[in-house]
């Protein structure tokens, strides 16, 4: 089987469990996005370590867990009984308590770098746990029921963003995007994954409404510039960390950060517009 084939056969299997997981119950989805994450802080510290850098793996697992199910348990508190005072309370001490253990750990276990350690320990949160548990809110409509079309239409966006731009870079690419992150990445394939997105939104208004088309339209942009930019973004540590792919469990893709780097700096993005929206 050649590369292309296996990609090809990797990322039907796996674009097949996570339609499946979205449509098969609501229940299904927030198991597959915690495999994710916890996948993607073993990558992630795997590839903070190639780079010379000890993130403390008690806290970011801890974190991105407490962090992530804080996003699935304030929404339904809220809308069954409202969110307490106390209930803000215990959350917050619980992630002070993780803090001062992340500082503790570093001032009795040394490493070299301490501030690289302790500022990426704390980077996981906000790249990987936080837009994940963001990912799972978006499912959610104002009645408080799951709506998996939200989440499919995010992934469709996702997809038709690279699917344009890798298409267009082929067929019109001259001028480099980011030549020294990413050398295939051209201005024109750029262009193009943003104008397929656009044109995704249109299908977005169509099956789930709630928002003018113009505004799905300009989701679909925005979607592909964040896209493009998590992409950059996991390029930079790899690059940092001179390793190829993040992973291998994904044959022909890499790893699980490889797969899902444009998704994890979207995801707040698609977030904050069905809220501005309010849909």
Known sequence: M??????????TIFGILLIGSILLKEWAFPPLLVFIMITGLWEYSRM?????????????YLSNLLVFFACIYFPFSESALGISSTEILYFSAAFLALLFLLFAMELFHPHPNPAGNIGSSLLSVFYIGLPLGLLLLCSIDLTGRFDPARILFFFFFMWASDTGAYFTGRAFGKRKLLERLSPKKTVEGFIGG???????????WYFIGGIPVWGWMLCGIFLSVSATLGDLVESMFKRQAGIKDSGNIMPGHGGILDRF???????????????????
């Open 48 to 60: 903070m370590k190639a780079s010379g850098i000890a993130v403390n793996s008690l806290f970011i």
């Open 261 to 279: 780097d444009s998704a994890f700096l979207s995801a707040p993005v698609y977030f904050v517009i069905l809220k501005i929206f309010t849909i």
């Open 2 to 11: 050649t590369d292309l084939q296996t990609r090809v056969v990797a990322g």
């Open 194 to 204: 943003a104008i397929t997105a656009m044109l995704t939104g249109i299908a977005a």
